[in-house]
């Protein structure tokens, strides 16, 4: 099948009520990795990659690469996301490039730095849902601005979601998702304490926008074990707190259904690396490290697929094309 639009598996997300995983690629290993859970939990899946990752990839290497996962595994929807794109032209290039959903995130200028007004984030959010719509690429939006940085996006400071200004701005820009500032945070730093997410938001704005799915960013865990191995290994992370699982399953009880994870792989696979190397000081063949970096991906990807259950449910549906999804927008 060819890559399926986000809208599709974020529906199907909601009739099933569970979530599913949005995992950040940036190059073979993870995309192998991430598939392989899949494909052994029958799971659909979201590959996303930042603007970041276009870069290092040089935008059409990570095309091929899903490409490929989509040739090896026929029977598994995959949609392929933008992450955090800052703007409607950095959006018409993933779309061009075969994306099947593009996030624009308005809640900050396009320097992925300066928070942005409501008015501001609703005008180019809108820019961008008539544009993508016209191909049947889904759109997620962002209202309220998350705690952290990572890959250069983040304004460093927290304003929540207010869930009035949410439900006006589904409303006003025809978004098809809505990641929400929650209380989670970017990046592997994120809390001293085990964090307290203000679900009752989640719950507010799906009262308001029962059909919207909604999405949670920041939102790796930060296992305390994969901190220990970097560390074990010669590296020198500090110990933080991540999300809790138990926090994003009720989350996804109440109308999450996007969960993005990027930190959790990277900490993985530095983790796999570092002790390969460590164990195996006159190793020098490549396959043999980003091979264990791969199985590390594999599991984390796999324990989250169960978690968020998705596990399952790849072939509850028929996918749809981008072509088919124009129907959802009347075109
Ligand atoms: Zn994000």
Do not use: W
Request: with cysteine; glycine share 10%; hydrophobic share 40%.
């Amino acid at each position: 099948m060819p890559l399926v639009p986000m809208k599709q598996i974020l529906d199907e997300a909601i009739k099933g009520n569970y979530g599913v995983g949005a995992f950040n690629v940036n190059n073979m290993e993870q995309i192998q990795g991430i598939m392989r859970a899949a494909k052994e939990l029958n799971s659909p899946v979201i590959l996303q990659a930042s603007r970041g990752a276009l870069k290092y990839t040089n935008l059409y290497y990570i095309k091929h690469l899903v490409l490929a996962a989509v040739e090896d595994n026929p029977d598994i929807p995959i949609a392929l996301h933008l992450d955090h794109g800052n703007s409607l032209e950095t959006c018409k290039l993933a779309i061009e490039l075969g994306f099947t959903s593009v996030m624009i995130d308005g809640s900050l200028k396009e320097d992925g730095k300066t928070p942005t007004s409501f008015e501001e984030n609703v005008e180019v959010t809108k820019k961008v849902v008539e544009y993508a719509h016209k191909f049947g690429v889904t759109v997620e939006g962002e209202l309220g601005t998350l705690g952290g940085i990572e890959d250069g996006v983040g304004s460093g400071k927290v304003k929540l979601t207010d869930p009035d200004e949410a439900a006006r701005f589904i409303k006003l820009t025809g978004v098809d998702a809505l990641a929400l500032a929650i209380g989670t945070s970017h990046g592997a730093y994120k809390f001293k304490a085990e964090p307290k997410l203000a679900l009752n938001i989640v719950s507010a704005v799906k009262t308001k926008a029962p059909n919207t799915p909604l999405v949670m960013h920041g939102s790796s865990s930060v296992p305390k074990e994969l901190i220990d191995i970097i560390n074990k290994y010669g590296g020198e992370l500090k110990h933080t707190m991540g999300v809790p699982m138990e926090s994003i399953k009720e989350a996804i009880k109440l109308g999450v259904k996007k969960i993005n994870v990027d930190t959790d792989g990277r900490l993985a696979m530095t983790g796999a690396i570092r002790k390969f190397l460590a164990e195996n000081p006159s190793e020098f063949d490549p396959r043999t490290y980003f091979g264990a970096a791969r199985q590390a991906v594999y599991e984390v990807v796999k324990q989250k697929m169960i978690d968020f259950g998705s596990a399952g449910h790849g072939s509850d549906y028929k996918p749809m094309t981008l072509e088919e999804a124009k129907r959802f927008y009347n075109i």
